[in-house]
């Protein structure tokens, strides 16, 4: 167990409505990411974190924002849902240890109408 | 570019039987590859993490390899069990700029 828990794990909400999903981890390491899974795309970054209040975006970043004022929490953010940000969230936290292995959570499945 | 192709898409094999999956990657500099395993519905699960100097890696029933050379990895499962039926994903980091770059994966089945 990495220590690392998503919510909500599910949430349906409709177009224009903001949402926030939270990742929370245990394990106090530095780096912090947000991906997408899309079928036929993969996984997709969205956003990272490599330290409190340290961002920066990833390939699909916009609609999207995240903020990390501590360690162990690492918010995502859509503004104004709309149905493309349908799809499946995974947080995943960097071990700080080379090679950094790489800890996935159990993902939010949100839907938008 | 950075990429990471994996092979094949999707496979059925019957409970038992061997395989083997690709995974070939564009990634430079290189720094390590991993293989990870996602049940549906689950987070991925990492299943070996291999780095320059490697090039066999044994988990259980899985054994990975990588010639660098090549640019070339492969996942080998022995003596398949229906719980090995997952999507597995080949993931390469480059040591410039730190990027993580993922494979689309392969959808494996396995047929009681």
């Known amino acids: 167990d990495a220590g690392i828990t998503q919510s909500p794990r599910h949430k349906v909400t409709e177009t224009g409505t903001p949402v926030t999903l939270r990742c929370h981890q245990t394990?106090?390491?530095?780096?912090m990411y947000w991906y997408r899974q899309d079928p036929g795309h993969g996984l997709r970054l969205i956003h990272y974190?490599?330290?409190?209040?340290?961002?920066d975006k990833g390939e699909v970043s916009d609609g999207y924002s995240v903020s990390r004022s501590k360690t162990e929490d690492f918010l995502l953010t859509l503004e104004s849902a709309t149905s493309s940000q349908t799809s499946v969230y995974f947080c995943?936290?960097?071990?700080?240890?080379?090679?950094?292995?790489?800890?996935f959570g159990e993902g939010s499945r949100l839907t938008v109408l | 570019k950075n990429q990471v192709e994996q092979s094949p898409q999707s496979l059925i094999i019957l409970e038992g039987k061997n395989c083997t999956l690709q995974?070939?990657?564009?990634?430079?500099?290189?720094?390590?590859l991993r293989w990870y395993k996602q049940d549906t519905g689950r987070g991925p699960v990492s299943l070996t993490i291999?780095?320059?100097?490697?090039n066999t890696k044994s988990n259980g029933r899985y054994t990975a390899t990588l010639d660098a050379d090549t640019k070339q990895s492969s996942l080998h499962i022995t003596a398949s069990q229906l719980s090995d039926s997952a999507s597995y994903i080949c993931?390469?980091?480059?040591?410039?700029?730190?990027?993580?770059?993922f494979g689309k994966g392969t959808r494996l089945h396995i047929l009681p």
């Open positions: 995943a936290i960097r071990a700080d240890r080379a090679p950094g292995e790489l800890f």
């Open positions: 394990e106090n390491h530095r780096y």
């Open positions: 974190s490599y330290g409190v209040k340290d961002t």
């Open positions: 995974c070939n990657y564009t990634v430079s500099p290189f720094s390590n």
């Open positions: 291999m780095t320059f100097s490697e």
């Open positions: 993931v390469v980091s480059s040591v410039r700029d730190d990027k993580i770059i």
